[in-house]
């Protein structure tokens, strides 16, 4: 089947505009991530769902940043008020619960000018 | 807290053997991952090792966990032009109750002819 997908592939976006990203698992995982990857750097955790329990949303670097996720299915995460510092490559990942492997999509590279 | 640490680059010949190198902190971690990021796409499991193990092989890949130092190592044997990426090692552990991986920053690996 598909693997993970993610839209848009690229966004450009003016600072202090709101952006939303989408990120769609593989059918059947329960378990969604969002990452940031900046230039040069490591991923970095952002937020964690796992089928009806409450989001980790340990990561999250401020309350610009949100997501949601309908049942075990789509996901979105929003940017508000984007800054410049917010530009990086955002990627998410599914798994199959207590399975170690997460699924990678492609990433959204958004640039904020 | 945790922290993940990798050199930056690693240049090799050809057919010869490539040890990417990485550090953790985190004394809980329970799996240890290599991924592999090849450039404009997401991130692609290599292979894991669960913390009890010392060692282990796959076709060209070794893996070597020296739990008491905290240290990792990736040895990819027969190393190949298309070999060339960045590579992340990886922790996951369930401090703070989550079930997210904590990514170094990457060794970028340049395969020469």
């Known amino acids: 089947g598909a693997g993970v997908s993610q839209s848009p592939s690229n966004k450009v976006t003016e600072k202090g505009k709101d952006v939303e990203l989408r990120c769609d698992p593989i059918?059947?995982?329960?378990?969604l991530y969002w990452y940031r990857q900046r230039l040069g750097q490591g991923l970095e955790f952002l937020i964690y769902?796992?089928?009806?329990?409450?989001?980790?949303k340990s990561g999250l670097p401020s309350d610009r940043f949100s997501a949601e996720r309908t049942g075990e299915s789509v996901s979105t995460l929003t940017i508000q008020r984007t800054q410049q510092e917010d530009s990086a490559v955002y990627l998410c990942a599914s798994s199959l619960p207590g399975v170690n492997e997460q699924f990678f999509g492609p990433g959204t590279r958004l640039t904020v000018l | 807290g945790e922290d993940v640490e990798q050199s930056l680059f690693l240049s090799v010949r050809e057919g010869d053997s490539s040890v990417i190198n990485c550090t953790y902190t985190d004394s809980s971690s329970t799996y240890l991952y290599w991924y592999k990021q090849e450039p404009g796409a997401g991130l692609q499991l290599l292979t894991y090792i669960f913390s009890n193990m010392d060692m282990k092989q796959d076709q060209r890949l070794t893996v070597l966990l020296n739990k008491k130092d905290k240290h990792l190592s990736l040895r990819i044997a027969d190393t190949q032009t298309g070999d060339s990426a960045i590579y992340f090692c990886?922790?996951?552990?369930?401090?703070?109750?989550?079930?997210?991986?904590?990514f170094g920053t990457g060794t970028q690996l340049k395969v020469e002819l």
């Open positions: 769902f796992q089928g009806n329990s409450a989001p980790d």
């Open positions: 059918s059947g995982h329960t378990a």
């Open positions: 990886a922790e996951r552990s369930f401090t703070g109750g989550g079930n997210k991986l904590t």
